[in-house]
């Protein structure tokens, strides 16, 4: 297990993101991945800080400089850098809690860290976060996405695989791999199902029949671009995402009031 606060460095952060990190040495563990468990508590309604309001200045921190150029960040969210009425209508129901990806039931390690007592505040939960989003998953992932997308985009069916297989083998444990690996696959085999496009369709069935299970931010990319959505609002929308739902979980463990969560 390794402690979240900056202070004192997340030890997979490093590890993942070294560039020969492979699958092969991943420490794959034989536990299984307990379902999600509410703590049970008093849920308080004390007036706080918002923190969905605090993640989402990281996140279009994060997302402008990874998908764009200097000279594009200009128009990132407007003109041809924004989300039409239909894409953000798409990425608000692909991203929703309700669509079944099944990501209630993960906690990225917030579990164990409240049980360890890393985090038992708003405080803690948000410095939790923002170690997560920038030197965690979160950060590996927007690399991931943003090539996932662009060789989408690119129709480099090569290319995107390539993405896919080194975002497989990504995580620092078998609960986190899990984790992406299972939602990745949730979602982009209800959005073939319920979206299907030629391509979608076929690159789908070529990651299967190369034995490459999607991630989540993968498995997004990959839908977002091929129906034709703009990376930075979609790299944004599933950062909010991947975010909300860790804060859903940190309302529930820690507990914390429901103010406190927004």
Same mark, same amino acid.
């Given at each position: ?5 900056p ?38 309604m ?10 989402t200045t ?5 997302a ?17 850098? $924004? ?6 209508l798409?990425?608000?129901t692909?991203?929703?809690p309700a ?44 690399g991931f ?6 060789a ?5 069916? $090569?290319?995107?695989e390539?993405v $896919?297989?080194q975002?497989?083998a990504?995580?620092?444990?078998a ?5 992406a ?24 069935? $070529? ?24 990376l ?31």
């Amino acid at each position: 297990p390794c402690r979240f606060y900056p202070a004192a460095g997340c030890g997979f952060a490093t590890t993942m993101s070294w560039s020969p990190w492979s699958s092969a040495w991943a420490p794959r563990s034989t536990a299984t991945t307990p379902a999600f468990r509410p703590r049970p508590g008093l849920i308080t309604m004390a007036a706080a800080p918002a923190i969905i309001t605090m993640i989402t200045t990281m996140i279009m921190r994060m997302a402008m400089p990874i998908a764009m150029t200097p000279a594009a960040r200009g128009i990132a969210m407007t003109g041809e850098g $924004a989300a039409h009425n239909g894409d953000l209508l798409r990425l608000m129901t692909w991203l929703s809690p309700a669509f079944p990806v099944g990501a209630y039931t993960y906690s990225h390690g917030l579990e164990f860290a409240v049980e360890d007592g890393q985090v038992a505040t708003r405080e803690d939960l948000v410095a939790w976060l923002r170690v997560v989003l920038h030197h965690g998953c979160g950060r590996l992932d927007g690399g991931f996405f943003t090539a996932a997308w662009q060789a989408t985009d690119g129709d480099d069916r $090569a290319a995107f695989e390539a993405v $896919a297989a080194q975002a497989d083998a990504a995580r620092a444990s078998a609960e986190l791999a899990l984790e992406a690996s299972a939602q990745g696959a949730a979602f982009l085999q209800t959005v073939t199902t319920v979206w299907p496009t030629p391509r979608l369709t076929a690159w789908a069935g $070529a990651l299967r029949d190369n034995d490459i299970t999607p991630t989540a931010a993968v498995a997004v990319a990959l839908a977002a671009a091929d129906h034709g959505i703009a990376l930075v609002p979609a790299l944004a929308a599933y950062y909010h995402a991947f975010l909300a739902n860790l804060v859903s979980a940190g309302v529930r463990l820690v507990p914390l009031g429901q103010t406190d969560g927004q």
